[in-house]
Every structure is written in C-alpha cells, then in structure tokens.
C-alpha cells in the first residue's frame, strides 16, 4: 500500500489479514470481469479502499463479507459498460481451416486465462472445490449474464453465501436476491457447456495424454496428435477471431496457417483455470532460439483434449506466469 491517507495507525496484523483473502477475492474478481490483469487490479482497489475506510468497519460483519462487499462494488464499477469478454466460439461459428486470418481483436474482448497460483489457496480441498468454477467455459458462460446477476450467482452459487450476506453486499432486498439467481440459473442453463474433466496427477491415463500430447505437438506430428483430439475439438487463438472445430480441421490449420509452429517446445505451467497449460515457444531465425507464442491451455474430457487455446498476448503474459522471455538449446 502506497497510499498514504488512511488511517495513521492501522497495523501491520491488520494488512496482514487483508493479505490472507488476496487470492479467493482474486479469484471471485477474475470470474466476475474475465481477466487475470482487471482481477488483480480491483484487488489492489479493494485494499485501498478498505485501507482507507478501516476505522468505520466496526466488526458488524466478519473481515472476509466486508471485504467482499468491497470487491463487488469495485467490480460492478469497472463492468459499467455493454462490452462482454468472449472465446472465439461465443462470436461466430467455426472457420475453415484455410481461411485467411482476421485482424488481432483489442484484449478487452478476450477472456484472458487466470494461473492456478493466483487464485487457487494451498488447501487442496479448496482448490478441488473452486476448480469447476474458474474453468474458461464457466467464466465464459458468466460474462452472459447482467453484472449485478453474475455478482448474485458466483456470491450464492460458488461462495456459498446465504442470500441475506449477498443481499447485504449489494444493498438489495433477500427477495430480489432469489429472483435474480433464477434468472441467472435460467440463463445459464442455456449457455454454459457440459463440465469437463478435472486433471487429475496421480491418474496414469490423463498424465499418459497430456505426456502424448506433448510428444507428439513437439514433433508435430498430426497422426498422433489427431488421435488424441475429441470429435468435436475447439482451436481457437484469442486474440483472433478464427477457430477451427474437429480434429481434421485441426490438423490441417497446422500444417497450413499455422505450420511456424512446427519444431516448438512446450514448457509445463502449474495450471491456468484449473486446466493444464504450457508455454509455448516457437523457433526463431537464429538456430537455438526459441521466442514465445503462446500460452496454451488444454481442456481434457475423458481420455481426449475437447479444447485447444492458444492465447497468443504473450508481452502480457508470458511474465504473469513467469516464463522466460526465450528458449536456447544448449550449444
């Protein structure tokens, strides 16, 4: 905190405890706006509005509602506008694999990928518990709903907050709370795709896949890799509009458009959303080297990979997940 108009004698236990929600109110922030970088920032503005503010809190309700509270009002402040994020696939249907690509869309439209650090606890029964929650078809799905309904039904529906604590939080009556979760489970049903599969380390068939897929990406060879891909598969590379669905689809885009990324190599993240994810690294002009393009998560369903996601912004966020701005081999 560098501000320094708050409260002159506000301990250091007490930004210390401000600390300790850092990443669930991270993570309900990111499922709120759809961005990693947004989510971060309205942390920061709850801090420093809490920061300021400390003195009139009172203990009337606990620390974790309060600050909630705080974050849901800066977030319905920084939603307040008709633009959505998206995936590829919520704008349009899926291209052919020939198609020329279109011009790079601004990186507000984009829903942005979250790393699993950022807004998993070190409670694996948290992490199991909110997993489903952060996935990107989730968070998707919720940048269709109204603000103050997509507040109402992370608040109600993930955090498990009774309807008077979310009533409290947005200044609403318990009853317009229950009418606006209906609505936002009515439009949900509708738009949110099928759950996929969580991975699972300790599972020999899911490691085997992601172990194949990296193998077989490496060496690009589309034979393998196409036997790893569900029917229906989605590619996409926000921030351009394009995507291809189906494994033949997908092969083909490789081996046309997108064949510079033949001779890549993938580095292993934590996990973004949840999901597995990588650093991808493509070859440069100068032999040895390897520059970044992209960020590429992998959405598994049972033992096949039912979504490819490039994202490609790789200045933005190739240093949010701490990876190295190139690759050498050794000489």
Sequence with gaps: MTDTSGPATLSDDVLASFEGHRRELCAYAYRMLGSSFEAEDAVQETFTRAWKSYDSFEGRASLRSWLYKITTNVCLDMLDGPQRRARPMDLNGPSRPDSALPPPQPDYVWIEPIPNALAFGADPADHASTRD????????????????????????????????????????????????????????????????????????????????????????????????LKADVALSMPPIELWVSGPENVAAFMLGTGSACAGSKLVRLEGANGHVAFGHYKPSDEPGRFVPWSVTVLELEGETIAGLTFFLDTDKLFPLFGLPPELREPV
């Design 133 to 228: 929650t952060l996935r990107l078809a989730f968070v998707a799905a919720c940048q269709h709903l109204p603000a103050t309904q997509r507040a109402i039904l992370i608040m109600r529906e993930v955090l498990r907050f009774s309807a008077n604590e979310t009533a409290e939080a947005l200044t609403m009556s318990p009853a317009s709370v229950n009418s606006a979760l209906q609505r936002a489970r009515a439009t949900m049903s509708k738009v949110q795709p099928s759950a996929g599969d969580d991975y699972d380390e300790s599972d020999d068939a899911q490691r085997t896949l992601v172990e194949n897929f990296v193998s077989a990406f490496e060496a690009y060879d589309m034979d393998a890799l196409t036997a790893l």
